[in-house]
Nanobody, 118 residues
Framework: QVQLVESGGELVQPGGSLRLSCTASGMIFSNYALGWFRQAPGKQREWVATIDTTGFRRNYADDVKGRFSISRDNGQKTVFLQMNNLAPEDTAVYYC???????????RGQGTQVTVSS
C-alpha cells in the first residue's frame, strides 16, 4: 500500500533554512502531483505547496511564497520542500500527500516537526 515518509524537520533559528524530504513507496510516483501541508499546535492543517506530475507547475500558499520551494525527483520517488528565511510562524508538523487527478490521497503519515525559535 501507499506509504509516504517525511523527514528533515528540526529546531532552527529565525532566518534559517531547512530542506524537508518525503519519500514514497507503493505508488506510481510519477502519476501523482505532490503537496506539502502543515499543522501548527491548536490550528487546522493547512496547505503549503503543490507540484504537478511534470515538476514544472508549482503553487504556494501566500505566506510561504518567495521563501519556500517545492521540487521532486521521480527517480528517487521523493518530494522536497526547501524552506528559507524561516519564521516562528512556520513552526508546525509538516506532512506530504499525493494527488491523483483531482483527488488527494489524504494520507496521514507521522510528519516531520519543524520548530523555528531562538
Amino acid at each position: 500500500q501507499v506509504q509516504l515518509v517525511e523527514s528533515g524537520g528540526e529546531l532552527v533559528q529565525p532566518g534559517g533554512s531547512l530542506r524537508l524530504s518525503c519519500t514514497a513507496s507503493g505508488m506510481i510516483f510519477s502519476n501523482y502531483a505532490l503537496g506539502w501541508f502543515r499543522q501548527a499546535p491548536g490550528k487546522q492543517r493547512e496547505w503549503v505547496a503543490t507540484i504537478d506530475t511534470t515538476g514544472f507547475r508549482r503553487n504556494y500558499a501566500d505566506d510561504v511564497k518567495g521563501r519556500f520551494s517545492i521540487s521532486r525527483d521521480n527517480g528517487q520517488k521523493t518530494v522536497f520542500l526547501q524552506m528559507n528565511n524561516l519564521a516562528p510562524e512556520d513552526t508546525a508538523v509538516y506532512y506530504c500527500d499525493g494527488r491523483y487527478g483531482n483527488r488527494w490521497l489524504n494520507y496521514r503519515g507521522q510528519g516531520t516537526q519543524v520548530t523555528v525559535s531562538s
